[in-house]
């Protein structure tokens, strides 16, 4: 596991993660509401794929398992309540995640 000092991102990779954020904040005052976790969850993508190859091998598991399982195009018109329950599946895989590391 890196030391707590080693950076999972460098400055270019956290500039590009902030502009995608920002220009996405932007972008979503002009596109349908449904569009919004979409962003959000290609930024939690983009943050995963860069994080993994520095991380424990606990983050990168979840990163390669419960992250890359949402689907990346996901938009939820159709099928609303699966793409809800996909999503709380998420956020439970990362709360289990979080608590096993930071119990230690």
């Known amino acids: 596991m890196p030391a707590p000092t080693d950076g999972v991102l460098d400055e270019d990779e956290a500039l590009e993660l902030l502009a995608y954020l920002v ?11 449904e569009y919004g976790p979409l962003r959000l969850l290609t930024a939690a993508r983009r943050l995963a794929e860069r994080i993994a190859p520095r991380s424990s091998d ?8 419960p992250m890359q399982a949402m ?3 996901a938009v939820p018109r159709d099928g609303r309540a699966e793409y809800v329950a996909q999503l709380d599946a998420l956020c439970s895989a990362l709360a289990t995640h979080l608590i096993t590391r930071f119990a230690r």
């Open 23 to 33: 220009t996405a904040a932007r972008t979503q005052v002009d596109e349908a509401a």
């Open 58 to 65: 606990a983050t990168a598991t979840f990163v390669a398992g």
């Open 71 to 73: 689907p990346e195009l």
